[in-house]
């Protein structure tokens, strides 16, 4: 079906910073556990309780604002956002309203094809977060909803971007860039099955060549990126559908059902809140001074983007290899020691994407905790070059150290794994396989080229993989063709 219609998205993402302890109190921010056990006067909201901001959670918001582009604001304020319900005992919720502290940012894109496209950053805001009801599950609770407190005044960082997105394609595109960054950052710990990471999508439809925005829903809260997707995807079309058949779309807050893959509608725009939003009298305004922004600055992280582009111009990585390696923090980091120590980018680019991601993933091992280490990856790579072993056998040498945590060098030494480079010990072995196979002698005599491989690894086999593969194919041709 050819839509003459144009896809308008712009996302709101919540984020939750890292901070040890809430953003108005000491209370842990730690998930899951007892409810209200991580409670005080400040976030209960009860009455004469005093917020004091958590600076390292400021950290953390300019941290992320520098990352994506955005002026981190000298002054900025904190408000009141006013409304009631069970999860928000203060009766408002403590947010960034006019002065935000990070604006006019930006993020590139990768769209299929190869192209890129900027997303602006319209702002970021530090802000609470609210209670979480939990709906009875239980036999005792059944129809009662509870409330758990633990969650009130984590600190979050919501990030709006412009409405800068044209399908549900590179919404997921600039999510996932957002996703990683903050990861990258130590920002957020990036759960999104715990809620560390977000995501509210407006989304709207016009006729192509319209300059006016048509009317948007909202839909909230979606914590997959692939429900993200489908939820905008049938947003998209249910508003077509609308449109096409006389209808007309209204504001409005929809849910995302990920067991229909449908939305429906929450609340309308009568509904919607007026917060009759006000500076919080019990705080001062956040001033945040160019040596401290300079300070943040200093301590970034080279982030994927830039990690990406040095493998591929620096190390001559292909752009599969540096996109893979530089996904993920852990993973660039890792790859990044063993270049320093082994040299050779290519062989460490295969060893890390191959064996060392493989096992990880076989062994449900994090990197952090995996037996072989950058160093210990080196040195093996080491033996392949210096032809102590072949590449076959470094893969056997690979598993027992990672069984063990042993060097390569002591596995190849107490497995006997040597490489066989002695001329006269292959020269035997090749002596012996000809004599064992007179056919297929006789057939490559005929002209049957491709028998080289056969001979080749009845020889491998015969040295358990030892033989040095050069040695022999150069020996066997040598010695069947006489010359
Ligand atoms: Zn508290």
Redesign the pocket.
């Known amino acids: 079906m050819i839509h003459h219609y144009e896809t308008v998205i712009g996302l709101e993402v919540h984020v939750q910073l890292t901070t040890r302890t ?1 953003i ?4 842990s921010t730690e998930f899951g556990r007892t409810p209200n056990s ?7 909201g009860l009455p004469g309780a005093l917020p004091v901001l958590n600076r390292q959670a400021v950290e953390l918001a300019i941290r992320t604002g520098l990352a994506t582009n955005c002026r981190i604001a000298p002054r900025s304020i904190f408000a009141r956002k006013n409304y009631f319900y069970p999860d928000l005992p203060k009766g408002y919720q403590i947010s960034q309203f006019e002065l935000p502290v990070c604006e006019h940012g930006w993020l590139d894109i990768e769209l299929a094809g190869g192209s890129s496209k900027r997303i602006g950053i319209t702002r970021a805001h530090m802000e609470e977060d609210a209670g979480k009801l939990i709906h009875g599950e239980t036999p005792d609770t059944v129809g009662c909803s509870l409330v758990d407190l633990n969650r ?2 984590t600190p979050l960082l919501e990030i709006v971007s412009e409405p800068d997105l044209r399908s549900a394609d590179e919404a997921i595109a600039y999510l996932k860039k957002l996703h990683q960054i903050v990861v990258y950052l130590g920002v957020c710990d990036g759960n999104l099955e715990e809620g560390s990471f977000r995501c509210d999508a407006n989304v709207s439809v016009r006729p192509y060549g319209q300059a006016e925005f048509g009317t948007r829903a909202e839909l909230k809260n979606i914590n997959s990126f692939r429900f993200i997707k489908q939820a905008i995807e049938y947003e998209v079309e249910r508003q077509i559908d609308l449109i096409e058949s006389g209808g007309k779309v209204i504001q409005e807050t929809r849910l995302f059902d990920s067991s229909t893959g449908m939305t429906r509608s929450m609340r309308g725009k009568e509904e919607a809140h007026d917060y009759r939003y006000f500076p919080d009298p019990d705080l001062v305004p956040l001033v945040i001074s160019q040596k401290w922004i300079a300070e943040v600055r200093s301590t970034l992280p080279e982030l994927p983007d830039a990690k990406r582009r040095r493998f591929i111009e620096e190390l001559g990585l292909p752009v599969y290899d540096a996109e893979v390696l530089s996904a993920d923090r852990a993973v660039a980091d890792y790859f990044d020691t063993c270049v320093a120590l082994a040299k050779d980018a290519k062989t460490c680019a295969n060893w890390v994407m191959g064996e060392v991601l493989r096992k990880l993933k076989e062994t449900e091992t994090s990197l952090a905790a995996a037996p072989v280490t950058p160093e210990l990856l080196s040195g093996l790579l080491a033996r392949i070059a210096d032809n102590t072993i072949s590449g076959k056998i470094a893969k056997t040498v690979f598993e027992k150290m990672w069984q063990s945590g042993r060097t390569a060098d002591q596995v190849i030494d107490m497995e006997g794994l040597k490489q066989v480079t002695d001329t006269k010990a292959i020269e035997s072995l090749v002596d012996e396989v000809i004599a064992a196979n007179p056919d297929q002698v006789a057939e490559y005599l005929d002209g049957k080229d491709k028998l080289i491989g056969f001979f080749v690894g009845k020889v491998m086999q015969a040295s358990q993989g030892k033989a040095n593969p050069g040695m022999v194919n150069q020996l066997l041709k040598k010695k069947l063709t006489g010359n």
Do not use: H, I, R, S
């Not at 108005?24 to 209370?27: D, K, R, S, V, Y």
């Open positions: 809430k108005f109190c000491g209370c991580q409670t005080c006067p400040v976030c209960l009130a005044c």
